[in-house]
T-cell receptor
Framework: KNQVEQSPQSLIILEGKNCTLQCNYTVSPFSNLRWYKQDTGRGPVSLTIMTFSENTKSNGRYTATLDADTKQSSLHITASQLSDSASYIC????????????FGDGTTLTVKP | NAGVTQTPKFQVLKTGQSMTLQCAQDMNHNSMYWYRQDPGMGLRLIYYSASEGTTDKGEVPNGYNVSRLNKREFSLRLESAAPSQTSVYFCARGSEQFFGPGTRLTVL
């Protein structure tokens, strides 16, 4: 069964600190992996998209890594800000044409002043 | 979430009532999707439409119907709402899955 597991489930950090969120998947075949940020009461917003051949992708203070061999991805947030408080969702796409994807349950990040 | 609009933003229904959730995109993408998001669970695909006039079931289609009459709009219908359908519903468009703001539905 295709699965995406994220850890930790929740995380609290102080403003200005860095953090890393993890995503392990068993989805196959693999098309691409995406990280989304979802603010409370809003729809998910894409942060990064990585294909099989990419092992790192940055978007400002967000850097995603992908190890397709071990089926692991991470999202590193540098110099956190209060506005980074949100849920971060890892999604693995296994059939782009049919929109087939498996979503993780997300990691809830709280950044405190 | 500009680019995908969803109406209504909030809705409360009684068990057995019907309603249609509307979704519209302002681009010309072929694919559109409907998801539901429940506490403690990842987004789950209800239905998707690969192109105008075509629809296919996703992971959790029971209790729902969809309609893709034109490229711009993709609607989700609950014929007889049940409390288990209380959820937040998201529409997305395009292969990159750009999401709308969601509709929060409560079924009493």
């Amino acid at each position: 069964k295709n699965q995406v597991e994220q850890s930790p489930q929740s995380l609290i950090i102080l403003e200005g600190k860095n953090c890393t969120l993890q995503c392990n998947y068993t989805v196959s075949p693999f098309s691409n992996l995406r990280w989304y940020k979802q603010d409370t009461g809003r729809g998910p917003v894409s942060l990064t998209i990585m294909t099989f051949s990419e092992n790192t992708k940055s978007n400002g203070r967000y850097t995603a890594t992908l190890d397709a061999d071990t089926k692991q991805s991470s999202l590193h947030i540098t110099a956190s800000q209060l506005s980074d408080s949100a849920s971060y969702i890892c999604v693995v796409i296994y059939n782009t044409n049919a929109g087939k994807s498996t979503f993780g349950d997300g990691t809830t990040l709280t950044v405190k002043p | 979430n500009a680019g995908v609009t969803q109406t209504p933003k909030f809705q409360v229904l009684k068990t057995g009532q019907s309603m249609t959730l509307q979704c519209a995109q302002d681009m010309n993408h072929n694919s559109m999707y409907w998801y539901r998001q429940d506490p403690g669970m990842g987004l789950r695909l209800i239905y998707y439409s690969a192109s105008e006039g075509t629809t296919d079931k996703g992971e959790v289609p029971n209790g729902y119907n969809v309609s893709r009459l034109n490229k711009r709009e993709f609607s989700l219908r609950l014929e007889s709402a049940a409390p288990s359908q209380t959820s937040v519903y998201f529409c997305a468009r395009g292969s990159e899955q750009f999401f709308g703001p969601g509709t929060r539905l409560t079924v009493l």
